[in-house]
Nanobody, 116 residues
C-alpha cells in the first residue's frame, strides 16, 4: 500500500516562505500526476497545483506567481515552494498522486499557518 508523507509545514509571518515536501513510502511506477491541495477550516478541499509526468503544470489562480510545484518522479517526491505567503493561505495542505490505472493516494496533511 503506497503511503504519502508530507513535511515542511509550520507557522510563518505574512510575506514569508515555506517549502513542502511529499514522499511516497515506496517507489511508484507509472506516475501520471502529483499535486497539492489545501483545505481551510469550514471550506472544501481545493487544488493548489498539479504537475504531470510529462511536466505539464497548472496552478489555482490564487497562488499563481507565488507558489511553484516541482517533482522528482524517480524519487516519487513532489515539492511545493510557497513564497509571499498570505494569511488566506492558512490551511492543511495535502499531497496527492495519481498512478497506474488512475489509482489515487493522499497524504495525511501538513498544517500551514500564516500570521498577519
Amino acid at each position: 500500500q503506497v503511503q504519502l508523507v508530507e513535511s515542511g509545514g509550520g507557522l510563518v509571518q505574512a510575506g514569508g516562505s515555506l517549502r513542502l515536501s511529499c514522499v511516497a513510502s515506496t517507489s511508484i511506477f507509472s506516475i501520471n500526476a502529483m499535486g497539492w491541495y489545501r483545505q481551510a477550516p469550514g471550506k472544501q478541499r481545493e487544488l493548489v497545483g498539479v504537475i504531470t509526468s510529462v511536466g505539464s503544470i497548472s496552478y489555482s489562480d490564487s497562488v499563481k506567481g507565488r507558489f511553484t510545484i516541482s517533482s522528482d518522479n524517480a524519487k516519487s517526491t513532489v515539492y511545493l515552494q510557497m513564497n509571499s505567503l498570505k494569511p488566506e493561505d492558512t490551511a492543511v495542505y495535502y499531497c496527492n498522486v495519481n498512478y497506474g490505472s488512475n489509482y489515487i493516494r493522499w497524504g495525511q496533511g501538513t498544517q500551514v499557518t500564516v500570521s498577519s
